[in-house]
């Protein structure tokens, strides 16, 4: 015990006399490295998510996405695409060491390498710093994710004409076909093609449509006796003049919708 100015009482030499606080110190304590959470932060935070969702909702009203046809279980001849946001993995597939007997490398292994970097990042480059260049490790990393991920989905999107396969699958609107329910030819129609290509020509799920079709009425005659693609032979049974009412049925409301 030592008396006088400054008086401390120790019970135990082995103990400090000096407490220190367990209240951390306030932001403003550290300026220009700092700053409150709420509303600095998360506001800034906001505007830029705010910026970027504008930025995303204009693209996609000048650029919309085209839309396909019904899927076609029975059409084997069809190529699936996956949709934009994973056409860099369905690019990364077409190399040689991504592909073949290093197909688990391509869907497995890249991937989990690429994402399971950027999930560490923050961990090996935890500096105190938030500028880019006090971050090499973590900002570089994802330059190179970007820069890989842009690269592959433009070299996918490069290689296929969204515009012709837009085109090509565009629905005909029901207002531009015209079907003549008097026609001799509608009849035979009802009772043969139906039930796949649906009551507007328009097609279905296991047939295509019919409105837009360039063939004359003798290869539709042909078509329908012998079949084509997916479509078998022998679906229709009628009669010569039946096939000829059919025909010209088809034909007729081609005619109609130009």
């Not at 007997?101 to 869907?107: Q, S």
């Not at 592959?152 to 079907?179: C, F, G």
């Not at 078998?232 to 009669?239: M, W």
């Amino acid at each position: 015990m030592h008396r006088g100015k400054g008086m401390k009482f120790v019970g135990d030499s082995r103990i400090s006399s000096e407490k220190t606080s367990q209240i951390p110190k306030d932001y403003s304590e550290y300026p220009g490295r700092t700053e409150a959470f709420w509303p600095n932060f998360l506001l800034k935070e906001w505007l830029v998510g705010a910026v970027f969702l504008v930025g995303f909702l204009c693209l996609t009203l000048a650029h919309p996405s085209p839309l396909e046809g019904m899927a076609d279980p029975t059409d084997a001849a069809y190529i699936p695409l996956p949709d934009w946001y994973f056409l860099f993995l369905y690019e990364l597939l077409k190399y040689e060491f991504a592909s073949g007997d290093w197909v688990l490398l391509g869907i497995l292994g890249i991937p989990g390498i690429v994402f399971g970097s950027l999930l560490l990042a923050p961990f090996l480059d935890n500096g105190p710093g938030r500028r880019p260049h006090q971050r090499p490790i973590a900002v570089g990393m994802m330059i190179l994710a970007l820069i890989g991920t842009i690269w592959l989905t433009y070299t996918s999107a490069s290689h296929v004409d969204w515009e012709a396969r837009a085109e090509a699958n565009k629905p005909v609107p029901q207002s531009s076909v015209t079907i003549d329910t008097d026609h001799p030819g509608y009849a035979v129609y009802e009772n043969s093609c139906m039930t796949c290509h649906g009551g507007e020509l328009e097609g279905g799920p296991a047939a295509p449509t019919l409105v837009g079709t360039e063939h004359s009425a003798e290869e539709i005659a042909d078509i329908a006796v012998n079949g084509t693609g997916s479509m078998p032979a022998g679906i229709f049974t009628g009669s010569d003049e039946e096939l000829e009412q059919l025909a010209d049925f088809i034909v007729t409301v081609n005619e109609s919708a130009e």
